[in-house]
Every structure is written in C-alpha cells, then in structure tokens.
C-alpha cells in the first residue's frame, strides 16, 4: 500500500522541493477522490420507530459523502430479528414522496418499503410501524489519520499527481508549466480511475 512517505518523497523529486510535511496537500486529494464514490462503510448505530415523526427517518452517517448516490443499501431488521428487503429507491425523488406521504403524519401498519435521499436524510416510506434497527451501506471519505491511505494500489498515480498539483499551486508554480503539467497529469489519471470503478446496481421502484 501507499504511504504518506512514498507521496512526500514523490512530490519533492519531482518539484525539487524540501517539503517535510504534505499532510494537508494529501487530505485534500484522498477527499476529492472519495467523492467518486470509492471507499465503502456500514452504519448500524441508528433505529427508526413509531413514536413520532422525529422518528421516522435516518441521518447520512457522518463521514458520508453527501450525494443521493452515497446511500448503498438500507436494511431493517425488527425487534424479532427479521431483516427486511433493501429499501428501493423512489423514481420521483422527494417530490413522489411528499405525493406519497400526502401529510400523513400517523405511523403506517406495515415494514417501510421505499428510501429518498435529500439534505443527508433517508426518508422512508411508508412510516415505520415499530422499531427497526437500521442497516446502511454507503460511501464515505477518506479518514482523516493519513497513517494509512485507504485507496488499492491503482490510485498510486493519482494521488501522487495530485498531491504534487495541489504543492505546486501553493507554491505559486500553478500559471508555469510545472504547475500546468502535474494538473493535466492529475485530471487524466483521475478521470481513468472514474471510468473504472465498478458501479452498484441501484435498487429502484
């Protein structure tokens, strides 16, 4: 695997630099490839029930990525131990929701069915009629201790070309033609990674 050390050694060969720290540099680009939907995580500290609506509906776990597409998979499992079926995903979004919903504001007699991801809540349908301990599956972003870079082996270049861009800007080399070249170098390489990663089949109704 990648180490913190291998990208600041990298970085200074390649800008004749003496840099002895990158940490900042390195978190930025380990966040900005996060957002491609890379790194995965389970959540499982949250429950719904049908005490009141405040009840109703889970958070984005907060390392999450913010996106609709950052939600995997949501399961539920009740109070017996029965886990339900993958929630499935509303075509029309919040807007079929509220349709759906129609001010309902009384829990439902049956297993929620469906999800809508907005402002980092799940919105489930229709409101649970008990207790349910969640299950979410989801995207995340790099942790912050960059003792250990999370990315395979194939992100290599990437972030060692990203680092080495985001050094350059700081140092003002981005308008010359060094800062110009590791940008151009981040972005290709950045972009091959996007078109190979493989890509979870959304659960939708």
Not at 163 to 192: D, I, S
Request: proline fraction near 4%.
């Amino acid at each position: 695997m990648l180490t913190k050390e291998q990208v600041l050694a990298f970085v200074n060969g390649a800008l004749n630099r003496g840099r002895t720290t990158i940490d900042t540099e390195l978190l930025a680009v380990l966040k900005d490839l996060s957002a491609l939907h890379v790194l995965r995580d389970v959540d499982t500290t949250q429950t719904i029930d049908n005490a009141s609506p405040d009840h109703w509906n889970l958070n984005y776990p907060d390392n999450a990525l913010g996106t609709e597409q950052a939600i995997i998979q949501v399961t539920l499992t009740d109070t017996s131990g029965l886990v339900s079926e993958p929630l499935r995903t509303l075509k029309g979004g919040f807007k079929e929701y509220l349709r759906l919903m129609g001010g309902n504001q009384a829990a439902s007699v049956s297993v929620p069915h469906y999800q809508c991801c907005v402002n980092r809540t799940i919105y489930v349908l229709p409101p649970p009629a008990g207790s349910y301990a969640a299950t979410i599956y989801y995207y995340r972003y790099h942790d912050e201790d960059l003792s250990l870079i999370e990315f395979e082996d194939n992100w290599e270049n990437a972030i060692k070309y990203g680092v080495t861009a985001e050094v350059a800007g700081l140092a003002g080399l981005e308008k010359y033609a060094a800062g110009q070249f590791w940008l151009a170098r981040y972005a290709a390489e950045k972009e091959k990674q996007r078109i190979a990663i493989p890509r979870d089949a959304a659960i939708v109704e």
